[in-house]
């Protein structure tokens, strides 16, 4: 099956960037949606950023808007992330997730999504 890898995650102070990759041992243009959640300690997984392939159209989270940017670069079968003005709020675990299937539910449900990677801890200091 297919396998995602994250990496990119780290330490930084508030208001700086960071850019999380999301590596697929697949070809991701196969995958209907691509997307990445974060999760708090202690809470579920929270959908930050989705990229719907076919049309190439993304979708964000409010808290995130303006700030994140999700991309995909097909030759390199690889999902990005990139963040600035980063806050304490946007700490967590990140995880990159693909729907294979078009499952056709909301992009921010863990539902449409039936590959997940490991994750990468991402930590904004004050």
């Known amino acids: 099956q297919g396998q995602l890898v994250e990496s990119g995650g780290g330490s930084v102070q508030a208001g700086g960037s960071l850019r999380l990759s999301c590596v697929a041992s697949m070809d991701i243009s196969k995958y209907y949606l691509m997307a990445w959640f974060r999760q708090i300690p202690g809470m579920g997984r929270e959908g930050v950023a989705a990229l719907y392939t076919a049309i190439d159209t993304t979708y964000y989270d409010d808290s995130v808007r303006g700030r994140f940017t999700i991309s995909r670069d097909d030759a390199e079968r690889t999902l990005y992330l990139d963040m600035s003005d980063l806050k304490p709020e946007d700490s967590g675990i990140y995880y990159c997730?693909?729907?294979?299937?078009?499952?056709?539910?909301?992009?921010?449900?863990?539902?449409?999504?039936?590959?997940w990677g490991q994750g990468t801890q991402v930590t904004v200091t004050v």
């Open positions: 997730a693909a729907d294979s299937r078009a499952f056709g539910g909301a992009w921010t449900s863990e539902q449409p999504y039936n590959y």
